[in-house]
Each structure stands twice: as structure tokens, then as C-alpha cells.
């Protein structure tokens, strides 16, 4: 690889990091209170889906994400309600909700645009800035603020120390007159937001139709870079960079190459990375004492 | 009696969730212009008219989902087993196709299976890796690996849509019962159930491994190498998965298709299958047989009422989303049970 062919990988990692970036991102805020989210893979689909299908039926990007930005709302309030109020099952909570989208895009995208497979691509063309012919999404910038600003909510506000409190300690931090639940609840909302953001921007922004089972693992991928992150916004950002950086990659031999059958084993990078990485940091890796626990009062 | 009303009180649950789950698929029917009560029930009773594939998917998914139970009574979440059954059928294959052996190509393809997933179980307990994320890497590592296999080196040279087929030396031979022919991986898959229904109630080192996964504390107290029994667990679970994957290479599908569809899915659904079967063997039986009926005859309806076959996804995972909830209930009596 040349030195301007790096930089072509690097912009588009600029692009690919942005989905992991956000769902992270918002993954770190739900995890610091104690709520695990295994479902932002669905969250990620569903919410690719319903953008495509709004910017389609509507023409407007905007409404596309505010779209996804809701039901990504809707869908963290559903596992807030399980998670957070019935105290059920996180991770069994998170893997239903996985199933069942895939499950119903398959079925929406059928009703939807008439076959197995795909939406029509969006005549839409998103907003952005052109550097050495690959578009920068404003979303970056949007993923970058995000970062900074969950980092300072969590280490320079009193929400944040409260909400900290909950994710470590719900005991006492009950004792002291805070409310769990209503904590966990808003951290929940807010961090399914975010993932609703990341899967209306894959598809409206980053790949312009909505594909079956596009997430490709993303989800998952931002939860790895939550723990490689320490719990911490900016080194999520930065786990987010590199993870965008190996997806890059990938995408770039394989437009090089074309598809052949050495593409599939390509494909393996942006995975390997991450496990290595997660594997890498896991020993000094801090996380949320409370995290995965229902809270039960006495 | 205490037993009778607690197995009363499960099934009660899983039925009223299965319940909900269907008439979401019903509702689904209604969307797509289908009668919801005709397709809902010929979509559970059609599937009599594919047994072979309902009774090989039962004894499959009923090795799947056993190993998503035996890591989580050793309190791990194993999600690995989708991985480990594409390394079985790979291994399986092509040690089918080089060798022409049964035995060999069961036996490898297994060990293939308890190495995938033992590298999990292997970074959670050296290096405290979380083993879902580590089971799902290596799931699309697995998924990758399984496609550049299947295209280029088991590719077959004549018929391009799948991959070179085991001899007839190396497959294991179909049964005949009541007149209709069934593959005897059922046979195999009900064996090693029982073994293991017999090691984790029977068993000193079963009885181990769920305290264990119930109080870690209190087992390490005791004595027991915590890290030791969890990475068995998760060995074992590679092992009944990868042992899926072998067999319906050399028992039914003896090739694999370039798009993967004839290894995918079967782990993902041994989870559904496990947490609907509560983690029992017998609740993992009768769920078996109810997701394999559910998946056949959804393949059944779909030309028939023009519904997707994914209904089914919808309706498998709302009703593990609905058994996540009342877990509040486990929970509860853990806690006083272990004030005693």
C-alpha cells in the first residue's frame, strides 16, 4: 500500500468508525450505571432499517435520523423496563431482542421494497465535506462531541458521579437518596439513542440502502470496545478509530481485489483486531462493580 | 409434589410466552394478507410432512442448546456454539472426503469444535476476557473462514452451488421407524444428552460445576478451582457443538452450500432452544422439537401463504425476550436461599 492509498484507508475509516463510535459511545453511559445492552446488534438493524425506509418514503435525511434516534429510544425503554424495573435477564433480555430483529427486518424489508434482500438505494445523497475524493460525514464530528461530552458529563458533572455511583455501589448510593432505577432508566434511554443514531446513520450515510443483516456484527464490535476502553468515552473513541481503521481496510483490499474467495478471509480482520485487543486490555480493564445487576431493595 | 409444581409453574411461563410470541406471528400473517389462525396452525402442524428434516434440526438444536446450558450452569453465557458447528462440519468434510472414515471424521470434527470454543473459555479464564464478546468475534471469524472453505478449497469442480460431498464410506446410515426414514443423528444426540444429563445430576464433579455457576463465592471456598470448571464447561459445550456440525455433515446434508446455509443458525437457535427449555435436559428436548417444527413448517406455509419464513425468527426471539423478565423470581429466592 502506497502512502496516498493510506490515506484514502484513513478517510474512510473516518466513515467506518462512526456506527461502532456511537453505539459504544452510548454503550459506556448505559454500562457506567450497570445496565449491560447485548441488544444493540438489533437496535443497530432495526433502527438501519426504518432510516432507509423513512428517507425513502419521505425524501428527508433528517427525519431518517430522527427516526432512528427514536425508536433506538424506544427500543433502550424496553430494556430498561426488563432490565431496570422487572429486574430481568440482561444478557437473555439483549439476545431476544437480536433474534427478533433480524427476524422482523427480513420480514419489513419483504413488505416493504418486495424482496428477500435489500431497500433500493437512496437517491438522497447525505451531506459532507470531500477529502482526496471520499466524502466526511458531519457525523464524525457529531461522534467526536458525543465522546468529549459523555466524558465530561461523567467526570465533571453531578449527573455523572451519580450516575457512576449507581453503576458501582447501588446501595449505597440509594442510601445517599439517589434514585436507581431512574438513573439506569435515562443512562439505558439515552445509550439506545445513540445506537439508534449509529444504525440510521450505517445505512442512510455509509451505505445508502439498507441490506439484510448489514450490522455485521457491529454491535457486538462496540461492546468489545467498551471493555477495551476501560469504561472510558475517549478511549472508546479511540477503540473505535482502530476498529475503524481494520473495517477500512478490509473494505479497501476488497474494492482493490474485487471479491474473491481470499476477500472472505480478509473479512476476518476488523474481528481479530478486536479480540485481540479486548484480550490485550482485559487484565487492567476496571468495570462497573454493579454492572449486569439488577438492583433489588431490601 | 414440590418438584411437580415447580415443573407445572415453568412450563406455565413457557407457554404463556410462547403464546404472546404466536400471536405476534399471527399479527405478522394479518400484515402479509394471511389468515393468522390458518397460518399459525398450519405452520406448528405442517411440519409433519417434512420428519427427516424435523428430526434432524430436533437432534441438532437439542446438541446446541445443551451447549448453551452447560457453560451458564457454570454461570458463563456461551454464544460460541454457532462457530464451533461451522469447525465441525468444515473438519468433518474434509476429513470425510480425505479419509472416507465415519468414526474419524465425528471424532475430529468434534475436537475441531472444543478447540474453537475452548479458546474462548480459554481467554475468560487466563485472561478475564468477557466470553460473549470473545464467542461472537469468533463466530464472524468462524462465518468467514466457513465461505472461503466452501468457495475455493471443498469447492466442487462440477457442481458450483456447494461443495464436494462425503463418500458414501463415511456417512452414517438412516433408520427406518414406522414406515418413514429418519436420519440416526437423532440416535447419537439423544446418547450423549442422557450422559450429560447423567454427569451434571449424578456426578460429584457435576454437582460442582452448577455451585459453580451459583454462588462462585462459596465454590471457591470450598476449594474448587472455579477457573477449571469453567473452562471444562466451555470445552464440553465446544464439544457437543462441534459434534452438531459433523453430524449433519455425515448423517444429512453430507456438503455444504457456497452461501453457508446448510451450517447456519444452528447454534444461534440452540440458544433460543435453552433458555425455553429452561436449561433442562428434558425442557431442551420438548424445545427442540418445538423450534424444529416451528422452523420446518415455516418453510412449509411460506409458498403457501406468501409469509417470510423469518416469521419465525420474530416469534422465537419476542419469546426469549419475555422469558428474560421473570427471572425476577430466580432471583429472589437465590437471595434467601442464600441468607440461610
Known amino acids: 500500500m502506497e502512502a496516498g492509498d493510506l490515506l484514502v484507508v484513513g478517510v474512510i475509516s473516518l466513515s467506518a468508525m462512526v456506527p461502532i463510535a456511537l453505539t459504544a459511545l452510548g454503550e459506556v453511559l448505559a454500562e457506567r450505571s450497570g445496565v449491560v445492552n447485548i441488544g444493540l446488534e438489533g437496535i443497530l438493524l432495526l433502527t438501519a432499517w426504518l432510516g432507509v425506509y423513512v428517507v425513502l418514503e419521505t425524501g428527508s435525511i433528517l427525519l431518517g435520523y430522527l427516526a432512528g434516534l427514536l425508536l433506538g429510544a424506544l427500543l433502550g425503554l424496553m430494556h430498561a423496563a426488563i432490565a431496570v424495573y422487572l429486574k430481568g435477564d440482561q444478557i437473555i433480555a439483549g439476545l431476544g431482542l437480536n433474534i427478533a430483529a433480524a427476524g422482523l427486518t427480513a420480514l419489513g424489508t419483504l413488505a416493504a421494497w418486495g424482496n428477500y434482500g435489500q431497500s433500493p438505494p437512496l437517491e438522497v445523497k447525505p451531506p459532507g465535506i470531500e477529502v482526496l475524493g471520499q466524502r466526511i460525514s458531519p457525523l464524525v464530528f457529531v461522534a467526536i462531541l458525543v465522546g468529549v461530552g459523555i466524558w465530561w458529563l461523567l467526570e465533571k458533572t453531578r449527573l455523572g458521579h451519580k450516575i457512576k455511583a449507581v453503576g458501582d455501589d447501588p446501595r449505597s448510593a440509594d442510601a445517599l437518596g439517589i434514585n436507581v432505577e431512574r438513573i439506569r432508566l435515562a443512562a439505558t434511554v439515552a445509550g439506545a439513542s445513540l445506537a439508534g443514531l449509529a444504525g440510521a446513520y450505517m445505512s442512510i450515510d455509509y451505505l445508502g440502502s439498507f441490506v439484510k443483516l448489514m450490522s455485521g456484527g457491529r454491535g457486538f464490535i462496540a461492546l468489545a470496545d467498551v471493555a477495551f476502553s476501560g469504561w472510558n468515552p475517549l478511549g472508546a473513541l479511540l477503540g473505535a478509530a482502530i476498529f475503524g481503521f481494520s473495517d477500512a481496510v478490509a473494505r479497501y483490499y476488497n474494492i482493490v481485489a474485487g471479491t474473491t474467495a481470499s476477500s472472505y478471509l480478509i473479512n476476518t480482520i476488523p474481528y481479530i483486531v478486536t479480540l485481540v485487543a479486548v484480550a490485550a486490555t482485559a487484565r487492567r480493564a476496571r468495570m462497573p462493580r454493579a454492572l449486569g445487576r439488577p438492583y433489588i431493595k431490601e | ?340
Not at chain 2, 88 to 109: C, D, E, F, I, R
Not at chain 2, 175 to 195: E, K, L, Q
Request: charged share 10%; proline share 4%.
Open chain 2, 1 to 340: 409434589m414440590r418438584l411437580a409444581a415447580k415443573i407445572l409453574r415453568e412450563a406455565a411461563l413457557v407457554g404463556a410466552a410462547l403464546m404472546v410470541g404466536l400471536a405476534i406471528g399471527g399479527l405478522v400473517a394479518v400484515f402479509f394478507d394471511a389468515p393468522p389462525l390458518g397460518f399459525l396452525v398450519d405452520m406448528v402442524l405442517s411440519a409433519r410432512h417434512l420428519p427427516d428434516m424435523v428430526v434432524e434440526y430436533t437432534a441438532l438444536l437439542a446438541l446446541t442448546a445443551t451447549a448453551f446450558a452447560i457453560p451458564l450452569h457454570a454461570g458463563l453465557f456461551n454464544i460460541g456454539a454457532e462457530g464451533s458447528f461451522y469447525a465441525g462440519a468444515l473438519v468433518a468434510l474434509m476429513v470425510g472426503v480425505k479419509t472416507g472414515s465415519l468414526l474419524l471424521a465425528l471424532l475430529l470434527g468434534t475436537l475441531a469444535g472444543v478447540i474453537v470454543t475452548g479458546v474462548a473459555g480459554a481467554l475468560r479464564v487466563w485472561l478475564g476476557v468477557n466470553e460473549v464478546l470473545s464467542t461472537i468475534m469468533i463466530n464472524w471469524v468462524m462465518y468467514w473462514v466457513m465461505l472461503y472453505l466452501v468457495v475455493d478449497a471443498l469447492a466442487d469442480p462440477v457442481f458450483t452451488q456447494r461443495t464436494v460431498k462425503v463418500p458414501r464410506e463415511a456417512r452414517l446410515p438412516w433408520i427406518n421407524v414406522a414406515g418413514v426414514d429418519i436420519p440416526s443423528t437423532i440416535i447419537v444426540s439423544a446418547v450423549i444428552i442422557v450422559g450429560v444429563w447423567v454427569f451434571l445430576r449424578m456426578t460429584r464433579y457435576g454437582l460442582l460445576l452448577r455451585v459453580v455457576g451459583a454462588n462462585e463465592e462459596a465454590a471457591r471456598m470450598r476449594g474448587v478451582n472455579v477457573g477449571l470448571y469453567r473452562l471444562a464447561s466451555m470445552l464440553i459445550a465446544g464439544g457437543l457443538a462441534g459434534l452438531a456440525g459433523s453430524l449433519h455433515i455425515v448423517g444429512f446434508s453430507y456438503s455444504i452450500d457456497v452461501l453457508g446455509g446448510t451450517v447456519r443458525n444452528y447454534g444461534f437457535n440452540g440458544i433460543g432452544v435453552a433458555l425455553m427449555g429452561r436449561n433442562d435436559p428434558l425442557g431442551i428436548l420438548a424445545a427442540s422439537l418445538l423450534f424444529s417444527s416451528l422452523l420446518a413448517g415455516s418453510q412449509v406455509v411460506e409458498p403457501i401463504y406468501k409469509v417470510p419464513k423469518e416469521a419465525a425468527d420474530l416469534v422465537i426471539g419476542i419469546v426469549i425476550i419475555l422469558l428474560s423478565a421473570p427471572t425476577v423470581f430466580t432471583i429472589i429466592r437465590s437471595r434467601l436461599g442464600g441468607g440461610r
